[in-house]
């Protein structure tokens, strides 16, 4: 028997971050222009780095919402088994690990869950969102409450005499 299916929309963050790779070209021909103009070896390198900075902020403003670097999943339960589909099939019967927390980066803010499997690593980035200051903000707090209903053996990670939230580990 097959329950309902919960929609998850996700980021191709390889793709992302390797159609930004260009800009590097764009930072070798800022390198060629200013360094005719720049004499000062601390200044070259700084306006190098600001120029890559901004360049990257810019891109990920520009493919914040483009459908291109985005794509469309679910979960749902499946003979009493947890199935994740994104571009494949993943059962989540075995979690041995879950992170879930935001993720940073040029401006871009997004939720970010890991699971780790005996089949390997899933690693999942959200749309552009605001995380906020509690874990049950994310986007993708229902797949980690269904994650945690069919793993009950995950229990929070503690650090520092305290539990984390947002890292849940299998009892040994």
Known sequence: MQEE????????????WG???PLLIA????NSVT??????DMVFYISTALFMCAALFLYYRLTD???FFFRKGYFCLEEGKLILYTNRRHELTDV?????????AFGAHSSMMQLKTSHGK????????SFGDNVKDSVYWPLAQAVLD????LEAKVLFGEPAEGWWVKKP
Not at 5 to 16: D, N, V
Not at 27 to 30: G, H, L, P, V
Not at 35 to 40: D, F, Q
Not at 96 to 104: G, R, S
């Open 5 to 16: 299916k919960t929609e998850i929309i996700f980021q191709r963050h390889g793709l992302r």
């Open 19 to 21: 159609c930004s790779l």
């Open 27 to 30: 930072a070798f021909a800022f």
């Open 35 to 40: 360094e005719k103009y720049i004499r000062n």
């Open 65 to 67: 919402r483009m459908d």
């Open 96 to 104: 041995k690990e879950m992170i879930l927390d935001d993720y940073q």
């Open 122 to 129: 899933i690693l999942l980035f959200s749309q552009p969102d």
């Open 150 to 153: 069919a793993n009950p053996g």
